[in-house]
């Protein structure tokens, strides 16, 4: 009894699959946002703002400047720089009349001082002063009214009692 055999494969049998590798994981890519250094003025300043107990500010935070200092913005608007070989930092804090307030600061308690005082300003810095209603009002109250008579009485007076000066001899 022989078996018969045939060449063609067997319809339910297939080959197996090939798989594909595994992919790798991809990984985070840092985003370039700056210099990928920190530089030493950078550190001294995070370092000292740490020493004089001041708000706490990142070292990145601290940017450098063309002149060799450093400075830090606040949300407020204030900002802190420190110059190398010198110690404290100088605020500038903006105030409500428009103007910047600069001072030397060396803790906590003066930055406080400082920024509250810049808050409470009520000097004009040079800007003209615009009055309200109720201070012109209060102006005009103040004042005397005045006739022609009375103004042309006031400038013969005036007049009067001014005297020519002489030319000095030589």
Known sequence: MSRKTST????????????????RAVLPVRPHTGPEFI???????AYAARLAELPLIPITAWMPQPDGSVRAHFPSGATLTRTPDTTGF?????????????????????????????AHCSN?????????????VATTADTQALTR????????????????KEHPQP
């Open 39 to 45: 530089t030493e003025a950078q550190i001294a300043a």
């Open 124 to 136: 004009l810095h040079g800007r003209p002063r615009t009055l309200t209603l109720a201070q012109g």
């Open 8 to 23: 063609k494969p067997h319809p339910t049998r297939s080959a197996p699959k090939k798989t594909a590798a595994p992919t």
């Open 149 to 164: 008579n009375d103004i042309a009485t006031g400038l013969a007076n005036r007049a009067a009692d001014e005297k020519p």
């Open 90 to 118: 100088d605020a500038l804090t903006p105030c409500p009349q428009g103007a910047v307030h600069h001072n030397h600061i060396t803790t906590r308690a003066q930055l406080r001082e400082a920024a509250a005082a810049a």
